[in-house]
């Protein structure tokens, strides 16, 4: 029953330094997505994907990259972390009927730039 | 400015009271969902309301779509200590399904 599954949980990284987010899902899911939470702010979307080979911006994709090259994986990257960005990200799949579908989420990275 | 507004914020209550949470937008939503979330876990769906006016009732919690689709609310009944979490709403509008967006959610603590 893996579900959603994030990696790392916790990270820690200077400014100006790369990372990836990994996401994984078990449940054949083809929409893929990223938030980021932060306090009073609710959680909002970074970037989403329909299925392999499309991906599309949401609400602060900026400092974001993402691919989708299988329907399993959709890695985060962060190429030159600020401490804006200094936040908890989760990954959500959403089960195949459209706008009603249920959104399951991994259990977060928490991600700290000095 | 986010399209979704919660409140209140923080509600901390007595074990037994009731209580409501409000999910209020300018924008018509195709559809809403609650979620709940508990420290150091990611959200876990709760309910999707569709229809304008629709009513779900889950246990003590009841949901209500507003009849214009911009608004929901949460009542809970006897709030118990185990209904302490943040709970947020999110929506998806028909310009873009693929985009769901969350409110600030209502953090709620029930005192025993």
């Known amino acids: 029953n893996a579900g959603v599954t994030q990696t790392p949980k916790f990270q820690v990284l200077k400014t100006g330094q790369s990372m990836t987010l990994q996401c994984a899902q078990d449940?054949?899911?083809?929409?893929m997505s990223w938030y980021r939470q932060d306090p009073g702010m609710g959680l909002r979307l970074i970037h989403y994907?329909?299925?392999?080979?499309?991906?599309d911006q949401g609400e602060v994709p900026n400092g974001y990259n993402v691919s989708r090259s299988t329907t399993e994986d959709f890695p985060l990257r962060l190429l030159s972390a600020a401490p804006s960005q200094t936040s908890v990200y989760f990954c959500?799949?959403?089960?195949?009927?459209?706008?009603?579908?249920?959104?399951?989420f991994g259990e977060g990275s928490r991600l700290t730039v000095l | 400015t986010q399209l979704l507004e919660q409140s209140p914020q923080f509600l901390s209550i007595q074990e037994g009271e009731n209580l409501t949470v409000y999910c209020n937008s300018s924008s018509v939503f195709s559809s809403l969902q609650w979620y709940r979330q508990e420290p150091g876990e990611g959200p876990v769906l709760l309910v999707t309301?569709?229809?304008?006016?629709e009513v779900k009732k889950l246990k003590r919690l009841t949901f209500q779509f507003g009849d214009a689709r911009k608004d929901s609310s949460l009542h809970i009944t006897a709030a118990q200590p185990g209904d302490t979490g943040l709970y947020l709403c999110?929506?998806?509008?028909?310009?873009?399904?693929?985009?769901?967006?969350f409110g600030s959610g209502t953090k709620l603590n029930v005192k025993p």
């Open positions: 959500a799949s959403r089960s195949p009927t459209g706008n009603t579908g249920e959104l399951f």
């Open positions: 309301v569709v229809t304008g006016g």
């Open positions: 999110a929506g998806a509008q028909r310009r873009n399904f693929n985009k769901f967006y």
């Open positions: 449940m054949n899911h083809e929409y």
């Open positions: 994907s329909v299925g392999a080979g499309i991906t």
